[in-house]
DNA sequence: TTTTATTTTGGGAACGTTTACAAATCATGG
DNA sequence: CCATGATTTGTAAACGTTCCCAAAATAAAA
């Protein structure tokens, strides 16, 4: 029913391979035929089939992000970035998810087995270390904000100890002292890594730890509300709350008001991620901000650089955050 | 480098034939030679090449959601909605962003000419009728919450026109008399019909229209603000505010709490989509509920049986939506 | 045993491209 | 006008599958 390059071919006088030719201007073509050509494909609405092209040629030039969810903003900049290094080489970026679900990422990652795409880029990841390391060993995978112990993949992110060490040592420096932490229960190394930088800031300014000043629940923002009501009933409740995540920040903000509480002066509340809904809450949340969109770019490149070398670097890259100061923290010194 | 049919077939001793119709169990084979198959599959770990199989069959059996924005949370349910209806049908959803661009939108739709998917579903769009016609003529297509006015396209979405009716209502029925909207400048249908629904209100109940009591700008929450302190600058400042996303209506309410207004009390603020944040906020955005999930689902149904039956239904359907009743609205009559 | 029906198998064309190679055309200079 | 070199073209194989068709193997019936 659609045209192909055959007929176009017919149509224009010439043969498949000066079709061809024009179509990718792989080699000089004579200005008289490449006339004939383009009116040719104009003329037949013809549009090239790629799945011929992409058999012969081995190769999509689409580049699979796995995304864990879509319910949160976060991933919306490192796609942005990861789109501007792909477009600017030619590949484009396709997004799938899976809703942190073990079964459904190893369905997407069937269509890295399969050819269908390139190469895939993990925004989190479900698989153990043995698994990626032997997909790594035959496909071009990479793993973005989110590290697995052991596993020689490329990987790109913040560093996660220092990044929640930043954040509870701002929360130390605005002289507080009772700190909590709500993190989840996941085993997921950036959840570890968070409270390993809490952990480190009580050893380093002599501050006691506290068993029930941490609360573990999941990414959901209900939990932040939860672990709100926790904290609170507490003979000695915490000053400050140092949250893995904005969402569950918001979720504790949330709670507070109801209690109300006023947030920034009564309860002093840090985030983690700067997600868009941090700004735009009331008041505004404190945080840690990540380079999304530069990780996004980085991880394609290197990527990239990987599927045209046709070795595998597996570096492991650490790009810096920042702390984003708004008013959900009250500072004692001031 | 990689294993192919070709491969697996010498290593069982058996034709490439026989290797395929135990990959599609497309017909009967002996247990032995599927044993034997099997074995040679595991042990060279091969896995098709979906490229060649695409090829021959014709088809991809992915489906493209092309989504303006990923800013904010709003297609995820839809999303979801989207990926069960075509997983039980042995689809995939693969989802790109276009960022609102004409041409990123045209890029991507390349991937349905190209033949790289089976069929795109378009979450918004900037095309013109004209273009969405010709594509719909030669490739499978459709529209997801929002239409396009005289194109003849599949499309499945709510009634804005009601749903913003149903909205405003709400408004005029809790007392409110002065009711300003804040909307887009952007001429896509879903606005514009938002805006009749309001209009539609004011004209039922008897209350004029006054032409400094709509504020546009865009989908950005900033504009909320915007917009907010624009209100509370006249004269005579409206009660109530329907806003024609929950984005703005956030944005509208984080101002008013700058301005020290009680929203709910002091301001009443309305929204539409029901997004996460709204019921995150503090306090709760009263919201008009879409159907995400069923829209998804329906869409993809709908899309399926037109790329089943190789003729185009070009359904316009339209589902129900709901009123979402929180505390950013004030009762006068209770 | 032979015939017939059934099940299981293999050969090879086809899908729509790209590209190596060879052939044809053209221009140039002697 | 011929030889040479440069440019432009076409032929055909290849990419990895699926599936039609016919052949082979097996089972059932006579």
């Not at 070795?311 to 004692?332: D, W």
Request: charged share 20%; aromatic share 6%; hydrophobic share 40%.
């Amino acid at each position: 029913m659609n045209a192909t390059i055959k007929d176009v071919a017919k149509a224009a006088g010439v043969s498949v391979a000066t079709v061809s030719r024009v179509l990718n201007n792989s080699a000089t073509v004579s200005t008289a035929a490449t006339e004939q050509v383009n009116s040719a494909i104009k003329e037949l609405g013809y549009s090239p089939n790629f799945l011929g092209r992409n058999l012969r040629k081995c190769e999509t030039n689409i580049i699979l992000a796995v995304i864990p969810s879509t319910e949160h903003t976060f991933y919306s900049g490192i796609i942005k970035g990861m789109q501007a290094a792909a477009n600017e080489n030619g590949y484009d970026i396709l997004m799938s998810t899976t809703n942190s679900n073990l079964a459904a990422e190893m369905r997407m990652l069937k269509m890295v087995f399969n050819r269908t795409v390139d190469a895939a880029v993990l925004l989190g990841t479900q698989l153990d270390k043995e698994t990626l390391m032997d997909l790594n060993d035959k496909y071009n995978i990479a793993i973005c904000c989110e590290r697995v112990e052991g596993a020689d993949v490329l990987t790109v992110k913040v560093d996660d100890v220092d990044g929640a060490y930043t954040a509870v040592k701002h929360l130390a420096d605005c002289g507080h002292k009772k700190i909590a932490m709500i993190s989840t229960q996941g085993t997921a190394l950036s959840s570890v890594d968070r409270e390993k930088g809490y952990m480190n800031v009580l050893k380093d300014m002599g501050i006691k730890f506290k068993d029930e000043y941490i609360y573990r629940g999941s990414y959901d923002y209900t939990y932040g509300s939860l672990a709100m009501d926790y904290f609170m009933s507490l003979s000695d409740p915490p000053t400050a709350i140092f949250c893995i995540s904005d969402m569950i920040a918001v979720g504790a903000a949330k709670r507070a008001l109801e209690l109300e509480l006023n947030v920034g002066e009564d309860i002093s509340i840090c985030g983690f991620d700067n997600l868009p809904i941090s700004a735009m809450y009331t008041p505004g949340i404190t945080t840690i901000e990540q380079p999304c969109y530069e990780i996004g770019r980085t991880v394609i490149e290197e990527l990239l650089q990987n599927i045209q070398s046709g070795e595998k670097s597996n570096k492991q890259i650490m790009l810096n955050f920042s702390l984003v100061s708004r008013k959900s923290v009250k500072n004692f010194n001031k």
